[in-house]
């Protein structure tokens, strides 16, 4: 791995300098932003502990799901007079566009 050390050996070394790696049986991670989700499939996720810190490193199978803005459902809502499960889902069939959500629902 790093110059050809033994993994034991850097384990031990990692163990000395206070660093301990875990392997997470994680099913799937799902990271949410506002405008997206990223979910990894199949991911190989260790948690690094150095210092009172914790890190993850995940690698696995990556995609992203755009979601519908709340703004946007409460523009279509507000403008149509459906719910908020009905104006996403006519959200959704039309790609997010709000114009033909609102046409779709009159």
């Known amino acids: ?10 384990q031990s070394m990692m163990k000395q300098m206070g660093i301990e790696n875990t392997e997470i049986p994680a099913k799937r991670v799902i990271i949410e932003t506002d405008s997206k989700r990223i979910i990894i499939e199949n ?6 502990s150095m210092q009172g810190q914790k890190t993850f490193q995940v690698m696995g199978d ?3 799901e755009t979601g519908i803005p709340a703004e946007d459902i409460k523009m279509v809502t507000e403008a149509t007079g459906k719910s908020e499960v009905e104006a996403k889902a006519a959200l959704e069939k039309e790609n997010g566009d709000i114009a033909k959500a609102i046409e779709s629902l009159q």
């Open 62 to 64: 990556v995609k992203e």
């Open 1 to 10: 791995m790093f110059g050809g050390i033994d993994p034991r050996r850097m």
């Open 43 to 48: 991911p190989n996720v260790t948690q690094v």
